[in-house]
Nanobody, 124 residues
Framework: QVQLVESGGGLVQAGDSLRLSCAAS????????MAWFRQAPGKEREFVAA????????YYADSVKGRFTISRGSAKNTVYLQMNSLKPEDTAVYYC?????????????????WGQGTQVTVSS
């Protein structure tokens, strides 16, 4: 069974940084594009960032561009989301996702595998 396991969430203050990690249970994911989405209370799940199987290109939502960085680990079945200059509006449950294609996408329907989510709370 394929699993994605996120970690690294927590409670921080505005302006702080956090690094989220997502580890895939199978090495097959080195050929998969991976992404981060988030869902705030009462809102729909939204795209945050995505990375192709070959690490480039990467894509970002306008709301996080310049503050967040998505990257893959050396083993390629791990993806990170470095979040800097966090804002209260970044508060959400963050989900890792993977799709069995090398090219990244920005729609949640394009991803087949999902993690359980990790809570990020940014206080003002």
């Amino acid at each position: 069974q394929v699993q994605l396991v996120e970690s690294g969430g927590g409670l921080v203050q505005a302006g702080d940084s956090l690094r989220l990690s997502c580890a895939a249970s199978r090495r097959t994911f080195i050929n998969y594009a991976m992404a981060w989405f988030r869902q705030a209370p009462g809102k729909e799940r939204e795209f945050v960032a995505a990375v192709s199987a070959k690490t480039i290109p990467t894509y970002y939502a306008d709301s996080v561009k310049g503050r967040f960085t998505i990257s893959r680990g050396s083993a390629k079945n791990t993806v990170y989301l470095q979040m800097n200059s966090l804002k209260p509006e970044d508060t959400a449950v963050y989900y890792c996702a993977a799709r069995p294609l090398p090219g990244a996408a920005q729609a949640s329907n394009d991803y087949d595998y999902w993690g359980q989510g990790t809570q990020v709370t940014v206080s003002s």
